[in-house]
């Protein structure tokens, strides 16, 4: 079945970049996005790229995505306190289930 | 655009009495999904509707939940008897139904259990 994994935690200093990973499985996956989840806030759609892509870029954030390794990652330049937050990875097969499966979300914490 | 709107935003109840969620989507998409993120981990999916129809409700436990779409626009996700492993926050999301599969999120709902 399909499944998505991040890694739980990540650090960084503010003004210093930040890369955040996921790995998926489902090698049917159309579309691939990053969430951006504030403390007791719904999910904010931050970016997404087509499976075709390899590369994406808006202002500060830029996603690479290895569709052969089944990586995608999310870097951040000039991180601020502002990016502190829980990422979540999503993928979706846009098939008969058009479902958005999530990774279990990687929490940036930017120190001042 | 007013976003997807959601209430009640908390909800304490003790177990096994009944709760319902209300979710007003955004004017126009068609798909609505309910999902439901615990402590600690991403969302997941409980329920898809395409207007009224639930296309996909597989992992809905339906002994205890359940959804309805009457008219295509609104939906309610009723949870009875509530348990305490039911503790989470319920998210409701709503897409046009063309494109790249964007969903737009509302701010949730956050049910304690006790």
């Known amino acids: 079945g399909e499944d998505v994994e991040q890694s739980l935690f990540l650090s960084v200093r503010e003004g210093d970049s930040s890369v955040i990973n996921c790995t998926y499985t489902?090698?049917?996956?159309?579309?691939l996005y990053w969430y951006k989840q504030e403390p007791g806030a719904g999910l904010q759609l931050l970016t997404y790229i087509f499976s075709n892509m390899d590369m994406k870029q808006d202002q500060r954030l830029t996603v690479l995505l290895n569709k052969k390794d089944k990586h995608l990652s999310l870097r951040i330049a000039d991180t601020q306190t502002g990016d502190s937050a829980i990422y979540f990875c999503a993928e979706i097969n846009g098939g008969a289930t058009n479902k958005l499966i999530f990774g279990t979300g990687t929490l940036l914490a930017v120190q001042p | 655009e007013a976003g997807v709107v959601q209430s009640p935003r908390y909800k304490i109840i003790e177990k096994k009495q009944p709760v319902a969620f209300w979710c007003n989507p955004i004017s126009g998409h068609n798909t609505l999904y309910w999902y439901r993120q615990n402590l600690g981990q991403g969302p997941e999916l409980l329920i898809r509707?395409?207007?009224?129809?639930?296309?996909?409700d597989s992992q809905l436990p339906k002994d205890r939940f359940s959804a309805e779409r009457l008219k295509g626009v609104d939906s309610t996700l009723k949870i009875q008897p509530a348990e305490l492993g039911d503790s989470a926050v319920y998210l409701c999301a709503s897409y046009r139904g063309s494109g790249a599969n964007v969903l737009t999120f509302g701010a949730g709902s956050r049910l304690t259990v006790l």
């Open positions: 489902d090698s049917s996956s159309t579309y």
């Open positions: 509707y395409e207007n009224e129809e639930a296309v996909d």
